[in-house]
Nanobody, 125 residues
Framework: QVQLVESGGGLVQAGGSLRLSCAAS????????MGWFRQAPGKEREFVAT????????DYADSVKGRFTISRDNAKSTVYLQMNSLKPEDTAVYYC??????????????????WGQGTQVTVSS
């Protein structure tokens, strides 16, 4: 059984930074792609960033390119999301997820099968 636990959310002023972590339990973390998604109140869950199994390939939503960085430490079974220059519109619950199949990451919600419980990020103006 795979469990994903996010941490690092909180309240920050616009322009500030936060680093989210997602610790995975269970075997074979290092062979799967990982992703971050977010959901704001009244909105659908949206893609934020993804990383392939060895960290060699990443992809980002246009809204966060140049501000957010996804990375992973397979020795620690953890994926990170460094968020800089935060904006009020980044306010949401952030979720990490693991892909159904080993290898690449994805921006498609339905290609993930394990999800964390989410961590709240609030950016004040």
């Amino acid at each position: 059984q795979v469990q994903l636990v996010e941490s690092g959310g909180g309240l920050v002023q616009a322009g500030g930074s936060l680093r989210l972590s997602c610790a995975a339990s269970g075997r074979s973390f290092s062979v799967y792609g990982m992703g971050w998604f977010r959901q704001a109140p009244g909105k659908e869950r949206e893609f934020v960033a993804t990383i392939n199994w060895n960290g060699g390939r990443t992809d980002y939503a246009d809204s966060v390119k140049g501000r957010f960085t996804i990375s992973r430490d397979n020795a620690k079974s953890t994926v990170y999301l460094q968020m800089n220059s935060l904006k009020p519109e980044d306010t949401a619950v952030y979720y990490c997820a693991r892909t159904k199949d080993p290898g690449a990451g994805s921006s498609w919600y339905h290609l993930y099968d394990y999800w964390g419980q989410g961590t709240q990020v609030t950016v004040s103006s």
